[in-house]
């Protein structure tokens, strides 16, 4: 007997059940060839259609125009740490970077190596437990980089800031989770194993304006240029990661789109921290504003427990959690206590099912 598994990884994380049961049939007999996608020639017929079909699926979903390249590569979002600054950011240039986590600040560690950082803001001093909003752009600075939404620690943009030429924007963890214009963008990029498909896939959305603007020598796979005149079919893309794209990305079309998402989100989002606000055992770490509708993070409250009981209460809640079938709970080291990833697959009854264990938690904890 199968019990039922919700999956709150932050990434590898939960899929839409359709989608993993398209790309399991896909593997072993892709659209009715006879041959498993795993086996195909990415220049065959088929596959170019899907990539193409993907291509537009999303530019649907997320309204880009045609003033936009997408382009699908490998080497995830952390890559394109050094890929962006390489193809925009001419090494007499400066760019400015804002500092909300870990992956903001190992971006722009990469881009130093390409011309001048401003880091214009950072609430590292604070455990990133906010997003800083004010700060002065540099003048003549390329353009505005942000992560928005950080996955470690349950913040995220909730209001894009306004940059004085164009932003570039980490999307990893919230993209096609909620609507925004997309013409305040140059750039925009995402690893694909949170909201997008599993790992192998990485998706760059470039405004086309903005490229052919530095004068070093870019290696070929490492030009966006290069990726984009072949249509990723430069060298051999990821084709089954871009195959379970296609198939989640045609189920959040199916269910409604991105704004239906949005609302989906924020409900789910909106039951979970109101059960910890509520809550007399737990707490949100992050400052309630900045507070992340994909990653909720919560600690045990100190105030309600005995500093040394707090190692074993957090073991015994995920043993309980686990027992359960809420899985993939425990928070990142550098936070501490829990994380709940819950990215676009997660079902809203995931999400009951945690606040329900929550409260029962408390009453065996607390009386
Ligand atoms: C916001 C953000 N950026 C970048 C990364 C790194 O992605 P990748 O492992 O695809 O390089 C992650 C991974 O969790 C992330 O959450």
Redesign the pocket.
């Known amino acids: 007997m199968n019990k039922v598994v919700y999956n709150f990884s932050?990434?590898p994380s939960v899929l839409p059940k359709q989608a993993t049961r398209e790309a399991a049939d896909a593997i072993i007999n892709y659209a009715g060839t006879g041959i498993g996608i795993l086996e195909m020639s990415h220049r065959s017929k088929p596959i170019e259609s899907m990539v193409a079909e993907t291509d537009s699926l999303l530019r649907e979903l997320m309204q880009i125009p045609d003033n936009y390249d997408i382009v699908f590569l490998g080497g995830?979002?952390?890559l394109q740490f050094c890929m962006v600054p390489m193809n925009i950011l001419d090494s007499s240039a400066s760019a400015d970077y804002t500092d909300t986590g870990v992956?903001a600040s190992k971006a722009l560690k990469e881009a130093k190596q390409f011309g001048t950082v401003n880091v214009v803001s950072s609430s590292k001093q604070d455990v990133y437990s906010h997003i800083p909003k004010t700060f002065e752009q540099t003048p003549g600075a390329t353009y505005l980089h942000i992560?928005s939404?950080?996955?470690i620690y349950g913040t995220q943009w909730k209001k894009f800031p306004k940059a004085n030429t164009y932003l570039v924007a980490?999307m990893?963890?919230d993209i096609l989770s909620r609507k925004f214009d997309i013409s305040d963008f140059g750039l925009i990029y995402a690893?694909a194993?949170k909201n997008m498909s599993c790992a192998g896939v990485?998706v760059a959305i470039i405004r086309k304006d903005i490229l052919g603007k530095v004068n070093r020598t870019i290696p070929t796979m490492l030009n966006y240029k290069t990726h984009i005149e072949e249509k990723s079919m430069f060298n051999t893309p990821p084709v089954f990661p871009i195959f379970v794209m296609n198939r989640t990305l045609s189920w959040l079309k199916q269910i409604g789109g991105v704004d239906a998402m949005e609302a989906l989100n924020n409900k789910k989002s909106g039951l979970l921290y109101e059960a910890i606000d509520s809550s007399k055992l737990f707490r949100g770490p992050a400052a309630v504003e900045d507070r992340s509708a994909m990653n909720v993070t919560f600690v045990l409250n100190k105030e309600a427990v005995a500093a040394d009981k707090v190692e074993a209460l957090e073991k015994e809640f995920l043993a309980s959690c686990k027992e359960n079938g809420l899985e993939q709970l425990k928070g990142h080291r550098s936070v501490g206590g829990f994380r709940a990833s819950i990215y676009n697959a997660m079902p809203i009854e995931g999400v009951e099912a945690l606040v329900k264990e929550l409260q029962a938690f408390e009453k065996k904890v607390l009386g």
């Open positions: 932050a990434g995830g979002a952390s992956w992560t939404n950080n996955t980490d990893s963890s690893g194993q990485t």
